[in-house]
């Protein structure tokens, strides 16, 4: 049998490089948290102009837990600021995002920007 062990503060790898690896740099801030302990793929929301811990609420979110499990791998979202589109990449290329899948990302969006002093309303 063979053992490893790693510790929480020696990572080998973060969910931010992961999402970096897969999709390349980011404009804007990023955030990314891993859908699991085994670390094998995160979900990431790029191009944000201020941070915030939106993936953790999102993966929380029943609607749009539904629509990531349908997906392998690592992903990505963005928002595109001169349509109010939700945008939304995989391993496997864009996928189009259902509407009430983009509302339910854009109502995190709006309490996080509210959260952080940033008085903007997201609307699809």
Same mark, same amino acid.
């Given at each position: 049998?063979?053992?490893?062990t &790693? /510790?929480?503060?020696?990572?080998?790898?973060? +969910? /931010?490089e $992961?999402?970096?690896?897969?999709?390349?740099?980011q404009?804007?801030?990023l955030?990314?948290?891993?859908f699991s302990?085994?670390?094998?793929?995160?979900?990431?929301?790029?191009?944000?102009?201020? +941070?915030a811990p939106? *993936?953790?609420?999102?993966?929380? $979110?029943?609607a749009?837990?539904a /629509?990531?499990?349908?997906?392998?791998?690592?992903?990505?979202?963005?928002?595109?600021? &001169?349509t109010?589109?939700? *945008?939304?990449?995989?391993? +496997?290329?864009?996928q +189009?995002?259902?509407?009430?899948?983009?509302?339910?990302?854009?109502?995190?969006?709006?309490?996080?920007a509210?959260?952080?002093?940033?008085?903007?309303?997201y609307? /699809?």
């Amino acid at each position: 049998m063979h053992f490893s062990t &790693e /510790y929480a503060r020696t990572q080998t790898t973060t +969910a /931010y490089e $992961r999402i970096t690896k897969a999709f390349g740099k980011q404009e804007g801030v990023l955030d990314a948290e891993f859908f699991s302990g085994g670390r094998k793929a995160a979900l990431g929301f790029g191009r944000l102009p201020f +941070a915030a811990p939106l *993936c953790a609420r999102l993966m929380s $979110r029943p609607a749009v837990a539904a /629509y990531l499990s349908r997906f392998s791998g690592s992903q990505l979202f963005w928002l595109e600021e &001169e349509t109010g589109r939700v *945008c939304h990449m995989t391993e +496997a290329g864009e996928q +189009a995002v259902p509407e009430d899948v983009a509302a339910e990302i854009l109502a995190v969006l709006t309490a996080a920007a509210f959260l952080v002093g940033k008085r903007k309303k997201y609307h /699809y």
